[in-house]
Every structure is written in structure tokens, then in C-alpha cells.
């Protein structure tokens, strides 16, 4: 099993490195230096194989004095590795050296070195001695090039770390995403011949892992659309009734438990992922908590009004016009025409037109109220467009990205807007066939599929 040791000058990125690799969020990250106080060791595990581990370490304080007393005590260089470990036997309770003993203590015992620096500040001299302690270690090492901030000073780092790192990259511990993740740990696996097998092994697992969590999770959002499309309320109507308060009453039971599924399936995409407590800060996630039926929600994530009439999924909302010639004809109906065949603005955002009211008799006598299943054309559409940008959100743990992603949301809308046109239209037959077909195996399966080609694109594209 492979160690690799995070180690640099305090405050530039290494417990951020590690919770990136090592997809930990518990991991304390701060902006005053010293925040990581001693040496923490996290494995990535998978299936309860370890694949790699990680040991956070505090940043060196007294690098100086270190290499002083290194040179003070090495007799030439196949002495140095031998002269580290002593270095950190005699100070195991020096307090002066504390630091450099926590860091040094998982080197000293066979970890690959992974030194963090901050490419948006300049390099400095004293930066050398970190990497001459480092370079006496021995060890196999790789330099990585963090971006805390604005700044490039990337040019003159790469320089001065090519003298002492055989690989040297630039990785952006927050922003880095899937690919550049699996790319980096391809590159560990260059430092030392012994560590391949690992590594290989890391990456395949890291890989299939990733293609479980986003098969689950759609079928969990396929599954919980199927529900919601299904849900009905219904209640005994009694003389003494008021008809209307009624059906106000199971509308609103019936919109909180389809806020519920939705809210439910979110919980389980994000434990698929291991964000079970997923923060939320960032813009992109506050777009998310518009209320499933906010008519802001149904413009940002939902089928233009456009798109939804071609798709052939609303003609019931249109008197007169068959099925089959929508689902056709995409240039049937376009420009001002479509607003002026939909009406009135409810009908798309689920306002009072979510679901339809129905009397029914019943058996026993008398008759029963019964609002839903939901009829409102692009709700679907919004559950799917709602669905896939938070997928995509929890699946990249890419602060740009979610800045990128919430842009083009809130700049745009009309999320489903840009599915692949293929993939709309199948979607489109789908919720068709639904409607006359009912929920059968065959309809369920197609769906699945068509939400994993969907949430494997990107809503930011
Ligand atoms: N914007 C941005 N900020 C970052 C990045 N990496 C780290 N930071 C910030 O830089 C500060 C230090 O990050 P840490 O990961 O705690 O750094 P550290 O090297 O572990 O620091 P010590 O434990 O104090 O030695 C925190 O405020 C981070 O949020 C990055 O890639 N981008
Ligand atoms: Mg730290």
C-alpha cells in the first residue's frame, strides 16, 4: 500500500490536498496558518480496500535550524536518509522541532512525498531549505503546484522545484476535478516503479467507483420521477364539504410529497457520493433550493416553452392538436404562435394547472376527491433539469466549476434547453408513453438509461 506524505511551508493548500484525494470532508481547512496542529493519516478506501493513504502534516517552522543540525551531523551523502531518521528519533519530544518531527516521522518511514506549494506567490530562498531537508530524505517526491489565490507566479516555481522534484505539476487542490485527479495519481505511479500496481489499481477502482455512483444515482432520480408522476391525494367528499377548500387542501399534501421524494432522492445522490452534509454555500447550491414549484425554479431548470411544445409532451395542454403531429413535426409551431396556443402562464408553471381535480364514485356510496396524478407538461422536465444540475454539482466537488454551472443557470435558464436533441426527444416519448402505457418494466428501464446519458453530460456546457 502506498503513503504519501503532504507536506510544505503552513498555509499553502496541503490539508486541501488531502481532502480533494482523499474525498474527506471532515478535514480541517483554515485560512490562518498552522490550522493542521499534528500529523493526521487518511486512507481512500473502496470496498474496504485501502488504495492509498495520505498524512496531512503540519508546515515546517524551523527548516533552518533542521538542515543545521543535518549537516552538523552527516558524514557525506549515503550518510543523509540514516541522519534524517536520527534527526527524528532524538526529537521525538523536543517541542522546539515538534513540526518537523510530525512531518519528517512519515517520511522517515517510507512515505512518498508530495510537497505543496503556492504558485499565486512568489518563490523565495527560504523555500530551498524545505526542499534540500526533503531531497536529503531520499524519498520519491513530486512537487505540486497549488493556486490559493490570483497570482502567477507559476514560471518561477517550476524552475526552482525541477532542481530538487522529478515530477513536477500543477494541481488546483479545491478546483481540481475528476480527470485532473485521475492525471495526478497516474503521476505518483511514475515516482517509483513499486508503487504502479497500487496506483493502476487506485485508478480503475476510482473509475468504476465512479461510474456505480452516477448509475445509481440515476436510477434513483429515474425512480423517484416514476413516483412522482404517480403520486395522487384523494379524500371522501362529504355534503358538508366545501369542494374547493378540499381540493386546495390535497394539492397541497400532494406538492409535499412530491417535495419530499425530491428531497429524498437528493439525499441519496449526495451519500452515493460520500456529501451526505453537503455545504451550502456556494451560489450554484443556493439555486437548487428554489422551491420545486417556484415559477423561478420551472424558468431556470424546465423545457422553454419552445422546446416543450416540439417535444410533443405538452399537446395535452393544447385543444384540437393530435399527439402524433407535435411529437413529429418540430417546426410545426414556433415563434409568438406558441405563446399564443399554451394560454395563460400557470399552465407551464405548475400553478393551479400541477395536477387536475377528479370526482370519482365510490363503491360504498358516495364520492371522493381526487387531485393528481400530476398533468403539468414540463414538470417532469423540471424535476430532470432540477435533478442533473445538482448531480452535477455533488459529482464535482469543483468550486469553479459550480461557480461556472450556477452562471449559466441563473444567466440562462431553461436548463433542459440543452440536452442533446436526440436525448430530449427520447425523453419526450418516455413521459408519452408513460401516460398511456403506465409504469411498465420496459418504459422504467429505457429511463434509467436516458438518465445516465444525461447525467453523465454537463448542465454548464
Ligand atoms: N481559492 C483557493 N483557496 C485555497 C486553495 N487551497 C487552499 N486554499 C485556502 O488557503 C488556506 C489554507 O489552506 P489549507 O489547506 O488549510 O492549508 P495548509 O497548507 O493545510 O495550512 P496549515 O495546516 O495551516 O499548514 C485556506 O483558507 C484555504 O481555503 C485553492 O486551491 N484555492
Ligand atoms: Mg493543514
Redesign the pocket.
Known amino acids: 500500500m502506498v503513503v504519501f506524505a503532504v507536506v510544505?511551508h503552513?498555509?499553502?493548500?496541503?490539508?486541501?490536498?488531502v481532502t480533494t484525494l482523499s474525498e474527506n470532508d471532515r478535514i480541517?481547512?483554515?485560512?490562518?496558518?498552522?490550522?493542521?496542529k499534528r500529523a493526521n493519516r487518511y486512507d481512500f478506501s473502496i470496498d474496504a480496500e485501502v488504495l492509498y493513504s495520505l498524512v496531512?502534516t503540519?508546515?515546517f517552522q524551523r527548516a533552518k535550524a533542521v538542515l543545521d543540525w543535518l549537516e552538523a551531523h552527516a558524514k557525506d551523502a549515503s550518510d543523509r536518509s540514516n541522519v534524517v531518521a536520527q534527526f527524528v528519533r532524538l526529537h521525538e519530544h523536543d517541542g522546539r522541532f515538534y513540526n518537523e518531527v510530525e512531518l519528517l516521522r512519515p517520511i522517515v518511514a517510507g512515505a512518498g512525498i508530495l510537497y505543496?506549494v503556492d504558485g499565486a506567490k512568489p518563490y523565495g530562498p527560504e523555500f530551498e531549505i524545505e526542499m534540500q531537508i526533503l531531497r536529503w530524505t531520499g524519498n520519491p517526491r513530486l512537487a505540486l503546484i497549488?493556486?490559493?489565490?490570483k497570482g502567477d507566479y507559476i514560471g518561477q516555481w517550476q524552475s526552482a522545484l525541477a532542481q530538487y522534484f522529478s515530477i513536477v505539476r500543477v494541481f488546483?487542490?479545491?478546483?481540481a476535478d475528476f480527470a485532473s485527479r485521475l492525471h495526478l495519481l497516474s503521476a505518483f505511479s511514475e515516482l517509483n516503479e513499486a508503487w504502479r500496481p497500487f496506483m493502476s489499481r487506485a485508478i480503475d477502482a476510482l473509475v468504476n467507483e465512479r461510474r456505480r455512483r452516477l448509475v445509481l444515482s440515476a436510477t434513483e432520480v429515474a425512480n423517484a420521477l416514476l413516483d412522482c408522476m404517480s403520486y395522487t391525494e384523494s379524500a371522501v367528499l362529504t355534503q358538508d364539504h366545501n369542494r374547493a377548500q378540499l381540493q386546495h387542501a390535497l394539492r397541497d399534501q400532494l406538492r409535499a410529497r412530491l417535495q419530499n421524494r425530491e428531497a429524498q432522492a437528493r439525499h441519496c445522490v449526495q451519500s452515493f457520493y460520500g456529501h451526505s452534509a453537503l455545504q451550502r454555500r456556494e451560489e450554484a447550491l443556493r439555486l437548487l433550493d428554489v422551491d420545486l414549484f417556484a415559477e423561478r425554479g420551472w424558468a431556470l431548470f424546465g423545457l422553454s416553452k419552445m422546446r416543450l411544445m416540439v417535444t410533443g409532451t405538452a399537446a395535452g395542454a393544447l385543444a384540437g392538436l393530435s399527439v402524433d403531429a407535435l411529437a413529429g413535426g418540430t417546426t410545426l409551431l414556433f415563434g409568438a404562435s406558441v405563446g399564443a396556443l399554451v394560454g395563460g402562464v400557470g399552465t407551464w408553471l405548475g400553478g393551479d394547472e400541477l395536477a387536475k381535480a377528479k370526482v370519482l364514485g365510490s363503491p360504498l356510496g358516495g364520492t371522493t376527491l381526487r387531485v393528481g396524478p400530476v398533468s403539468a407538461p414540463n414538470f417532469p422536465w423540471v424535476f430532470l433539469g432540477r435533478a442533473w444540475a445538482h448531480h452535477h454539482l455533488v459529482a464535482e466537488r469543483n468550486h469553479a466549476l459550480r461557480d461556472a454551472i450556477s452562471t449559466v443557470i441563473a444567466e440562462q435558464g431553461n436548463v433542459m434547453d440543452r440536452v442533446d436533441h436526440a436525448l430530449r426527444r427520447e425523453l419526450a416519448q418516455i413521459f408519452l408513453a408513460l401516460g398511456k402505457e403506465g409504469r411498465t418494466a420496459a418504459l422504467v428501464d429505457r429511463l434509467k438509461e436516458r438518465v445516465i446519458t444525461l447525467l453523465e453530460a454537463s448542465p454548464g456546457a
Not at 10 to 17: E, T, V
Not at 28 to 36: D, E, F, Q, S, Y
Open positions: 510544505g503552513p498555509n499553502k493548500g496541503k490539508s486541501s490536498l480541517l481547512v483554515g485560512a490562518i496558518p498552522g490550522t493542521t496531512d503540519p508546515g505543496v497549488n493556486l490559493t489565490a488546483d487542490a479545491r478546483r
